[in-house]
C-alpha cells in the first residue's frame, strides 16, 4: 500500500488558497478514480482503494499546515507503512506556476507542511510532488501569498494541473519515478 498524502489547510475559508493544492489534486484523484474520502481517522479525512494493482490510501490530513506530520504520522503507523510509502502533494513557491517536480528526500524547503512530517517521522525518506504556485509579485509576502486564491487567469489552467498532476502520481505509482519524472518534468524548449 501507498499513503498519497495532500497537503492544504482545512475548512471553507482555505479551499481556494494556492497553498491547498495538495488536498485539490487529492480531490480530483478521489472523485476521478472513485476513492471516497469517507473516513475521519488520525486527524484526517482518508479513504482506500486501488489504482489498477497498486492499493493506495489518499490522505487529506485535517490539522493545520504546519501540524500535518501528526495525522500522516498516525496513518503510517496505523496501517504498518514506512516513510518510503509515503507520497506527499505540496505547493512550491520556487516552481512556475503550473510545473510538476518529483523529488525524493531532502529538506523541506522552507515548507512547514514538509517541515511537520520531517519532523514527526525523524526522517525525510519520501516521495514528495511539488506543484509550482510561483513566486508572489513584488513585494508581498510569501506567506500572505500562499493563502489567497489563484488568479483568473490561473484558475484558467487549474483543473488540466489537477489533472496533470493525477497522471503523473498513476505513473509514478504504476511504472515508476523515473519514467514519471521523464514524462511529466520535461524542460521547455
Same mark, same amino acid.
Given at each position: ?23 485539490? &489534486? #487529492? ?6 478514480i472513485?476513492?471516497? +474520502?469517507?473516513? @475521519? ?5 482518508? /479513504?482506500i ?7 493506495v ?10 501540524r ?10 496505523f ?7 509515503l507520497? &506527499? #502533494? ?7 506556476f503550473?510545473? +510538476?517536480?518529483? @523529488? ?5 524547503? /522552507? ?6 512530517i520531517i519532523?514527526?517521522l525523524?526522517?525525510n ?10 513566486r508572489?509579485?513584488g513585494?508581498?509576502d ?24 493525477s ?7 504504476l511504472e ?6 521523464n ?7
Amino acid at each position: 500500500m501507498k499513503l498519497i498524502a495532500g497537503l492544504g489547510n482545512p475548512g471553507i475559508q482555505y479551499q481556494n488558497h494556492r497553498h491547498n493544492i495538495g488536498f485539490r &489534486v #487529492i480531490d480530483y484523484l478521489s472523485k476521478n478514480i472513485n476513492i471516497p +474520502l469517507s473516513t @475521519k481517522k488520525f486527524h484526517a479525512l482518508y /479513504g482506500i482503494g486501488q489504482i489498477e494493482s497498486q492499493e493506495v490510501l489518499l490522505l487529506k490530513p485535517m490539522t493545520f499546515m504546519n501540524r500535518s506530520g501528526v495525522a500522516i504520522r498516525e496513518a503510517l503507523e496505523f496501517f504498518n507503512l514506512i516513510p518510503e510509502d509515503l507520497i &506527499v #502533494i505540496h505547493d512550491d513557491l520556487d516552481l512556475p506556476f503550473g510545473k +510538476l517536480r518529483f @523529488k525524493r528526500k531532502g529538506g523541506d524547503g /522552507g515548507h512547514q507542511g514538509v517541515r511537520s512530517i520531517i519532523e514527526s517521522l525523524g526522517r525525510n525518506t519520501f516521495v514528495r510532488l511539488k506543484l509550482g504556485i510561483g513566486r508572489p509579485p513584488g513585494g508581498m509576502d510569501p506567506a500572505e501569498y500562499v493563502l489567497s486564491p489563484f488568479s483568473k487567469e490561473e484558475k484558467l489552467h487549474l483543473e488540466e494541473i489537477l489533472c496533470r498532476a493525477s497522471r503523473a502520481l498513476i505513473v509514478m505509482l504504476l511504472e515508476g519515478i523515473e519514467k514519471a519524472m521523464n514524462q511529466f518534468q520535461r524542460r521547455a524548449g
